[in-house]
């Protein structure tokens, strides 16, 4: 089950900011490293594991981060377009969708 924050419009540059309380529970602070998990149509934003080879992005002081461009392209994410984020209740991390 995932809880959904909000419906927002891609920035041109390709960053989303992840709502605070999310930050928090899934420990994606600023300075550290998210991974990017792309499965069904979505991405799993969750703390990057050391050994992981999914794509990588630090979380910034204001909670941004750069979604990578190949998984914006595979999703069909523009500038401008429609996503929503999902706080998986489970507890793996942000899925957003298109």
């Known amino acids: 089950m995932c809880t959904l924050h909000k419906t927002r419009l891609f920035s041109r540059s390709g ?3 992840i709502p605070r309380e999310w ?3 899934f ?4 300075g550290r490293q998210a991974e990017f998990i792309h499965e069904a ?3 799993l934003i969750r703390e990057a594991l050391e050994e992981s080879t999914h794509n990588k992005g630090f979380i910034s002081e204001k909670g941004t ?3 990578p461009k190949e998984l914006r392209e595979d999703l069909g994410i523009h500038p401008r377009s429609i996503y ?3 706080a998986d ?3 793996q991390g942000i899925v957003m969708t298109k």
């Not at 420990?27 to 600023?30: A, H, R, V």
């Open 65 to 67: 981060v750069n979604i």
């Open 15 to 17: 960053s989303i900011t």
């Open 89 to 91: 209740d489970e507890g």
């Open 27 to 30: 420990g994606l602070l600023p």
């Open 41 to 43: 149509g979505s991405i």
């Open 23 to 25: 930050r928090e529970r």
């Open 84 to 86: 929503h984020l999902y």
